[in-house]
Nanobody, 125 residues
Framework: QVQLVESGGGLVQAGGSLRLSCAAS????????MGWFRQAPGKEREFVAA????????RFADSVKGRFTISRDNAKNTVHLQMNSLKPEDTAVYYC??????????????????WGQGTQVTVSS
């Protein structure tokens, strides 16, 4: 069982930055691949970024490549999403998620086992 709590969302102007954090508790956090997803009103939840449990491999959605970075600190049981050059289309509720399938990074929401409650990110133009 893993519990996830996101923080760091808010309102920012286009071109600005936000840093989201996800605090995890529970068993063997370091054994989970961690992902960030987002969901805008009326749209499906979509993959944003993920990082392997080892921290040595990351994946990003094409829409955020070059703008977002993901990192983790297993000693502190945290994962972060640094979002730069934000655009209005980045507006969504952002969720962190944990996947106990260690071998591969998954991009489908259904593959993740645990989810946080989400944090709102709003980018104004």
């Amino acid at each position: 069982q893993v519990q996830l709590v996101e923080s760091g969302g808010g309102l920012v102007q286009a071109g600005g930055s936000l840093r989201l954090s996800c605090a995890a508790s529970g068993r063997t956090f370091s054994s989970y691949n961690m992902g960030w997803f987002r969901q805008a009103p009326g749209k499906e939840r979509e993959f944003v970024a993920a990082i392997r449990w080892t921290g040595d491999t990351t994946r990003f959605a094409d829409s955020v490549k070059g703008r977002f970075t993901i990192s983790r600190d297993n000693a502190k049981n945290t994962v972060h999403l640094q979002m730069n050059s934000l655009k209005p289309e980045d507006t969504a509720v952002y969720y962190c998620a944990a996947d106990y399938s260690i071998l591969l990074i998954q991009t489908r929401p259904a593959e993740y086992d645990y989810w946080g409650q989400g944090t709102q990110v709003t980018v104004s133009s």
